[in-house]
């Protein structure tokens, strides 16, 4: 092989692994691994009550490491705001099967992530709170639960 032919395949080896890093550095994945955000129970959020997804997704105002895979509010049975409530997302019924992640409600009543879950088989979301247990018997696909717990496709989610 003369020096062209295998100066042609170093520079096409080089380039590829060269688009694959430049790729891979790029992926959005890797933004939100290097730069978890979730809510504290010590910290206050805004907008409780709404969707969090209106913003916080990849095409909204909040893209980038403020995109909420799951985000929602909790409420106590007198409608204000909870702090300091789990929800738990699991991949079985009942808290069966694995624990997917567990976030904590914030001084707002408002809990979020921006870490990545697959959703794909859905996963069943349990509201934990001192002693109470809250489940819900159907799978979500997605992690927006304000869009329907608004109180009127379905209620508020609200435990004691």
């Keep these: 092989m003369d020096f062209r032919n295998k100066y042609k395949i170093s520079a096409a080896i080089a380039i590829l692994f060269s688009s694959f890093f430049i790729i891979a550095s790029c ?13 504290k129970a010590d910290e206050r959020s805004h907008n409780s009550g709404k969707n969090c997804a209106t913003c916080h997704n ?25 702090n300091n409530v789990s929800m ?11 624990l997917i992640k567990k976030i904590t409600s914030d001084k707002n009543g408002n ?15 349990v509201l934990v709170y001192g002693n109470t247990v809250k489940k819900m ?3 979500f696909n997605g992690g927006s639960c304000n869009s329907c717990h608004n109180g009127v496709q379905q209620s508020i989610l609200k435990i004691n």
């Excluded at 992926?27 to 809510?39: A, G, I, R, V």
């Excluded at 809990?111 to 979301?125: D, V």
């Design 58 to 82: 990849s095409n909204g105002n909040e893209a980038s490491s403020l995109w909420w895979t799951a985000a929602g509010t909790v409420y106590n049975s007198n409608a204000h705001y909870l």
């Design 111 to 125: 809990f979020y992530t921006n870490q990545i879950m697959n959703f794909k088989s859905g996963l069943y979301p």
């Design 27 to 39: 992926s959005h994945y890797d933004e939100l691994e290097n730069s978890p955000e979730e809510s």
């Design 137 to 139: 018997q159907s799978t």
């Design 88 to 98: 738990e997302l699991w991949d079985g019924k009942n808290r069966t099967g694995n």
